[in-house]
């Protein structure tokens, strides 16, 4: 399972001369490695933000992740067992194993994946999932 994404930044002229400077003395290995830095420096500077915002959103019945999830058999039984749907929503790349597909249409009422979902055609077109 692909973990990572190619993404297109538009930047002037001068501030990639910069970068470019910087990667001409030493301080970084090309273009993505200094900007990948900056990216993490910015997030890291806004960690809190992130985190408090996972804290408010799940509940009961409602799933919400940033980064990596791999829906698991285990938490849709624990669903079933209570008699609950799930609401997954996130941010990033949810996989679903096509083994768990009737659990998932039994126990799941929404996926909303701001990114990327790895599952079957069938939970694709059941949650309408492109």
Not at 49 to 56: Q, Y
Not at 71 to 99: M, N
Request: aromatic fraction near 6%.
């Amino acid at each position: 399972m692909e973990t990572s994404e190619k993404v297109s930044v538009n930047m002037n002229i001068g501030t990639i001369s910069q970068i470019d400077l910087l990667v001409d003395k030493g301080y970084y290995s090309n273009r993505s490695d200094f900007i990948n830095q900056a990216v993490r420096q910015a997030l890291d500077a806004k960690k809190s933000i992130i985190e408090e915002t996972g804290k408010r959103q799940n509940d009961l019945d409602f799933r919400w992740f940033i980064g990596i999830m791999s829906l698991d058999q285990e938490e849709l039984l624990q669903a079933q067992e209570k008699q609950i749907k799930l609401k997954i929503k996130g941010y990033g790349l949810l996989g679903i194993s096509g083994e768990l597909d009737d659990l998932v249409i039994e126990n799941v009422e929404s996926i909303a994946v701001k990114g990327k979902v790895v599952c079957s055609d069938r939970i694709k077109k059941h949650f309408g999932i492109r």
